[in-house]
């Protein structure tokens, strides 16, 4: 494969080796969520899922927030 740009190598292949983010889906409270998993068992909540609008203002459900979850094999 030939990859014809202006843009240098180093900067195109930016983030290459880096290790992908593991994302699964989750039902927190019974609010369907988006979470990284950091570790087995553990991660961090990334994005809502829900359609209602008041699950946006609960802090528990904060982007960014850790969250403990039960490992299952998928």
């Known amino acids: 494969m030939i ?5 240098s190598p180093e900067l195109v292949l930016k983030g290459l080796r880096e290790p992908v983010p593991r994302f699964r889906g989750a039902v927190i409270g019974g609010v369907p969520v988006l979470v990284e998993e ?17 699950d946006y203002l609960n802090p528990a459900l904060m982007p960014g927030v850790g969250v403990a979850f039960l490992s299952s094999s998928p």
């Open 38 to 54: 950091l570790a087995p068992g553990q991660g961090r909540l990334v994005r809502l899922l829900s359609t209602n609008p008041f």
């Open 3 to 7: 990859l014809y740009t202006p843009l």
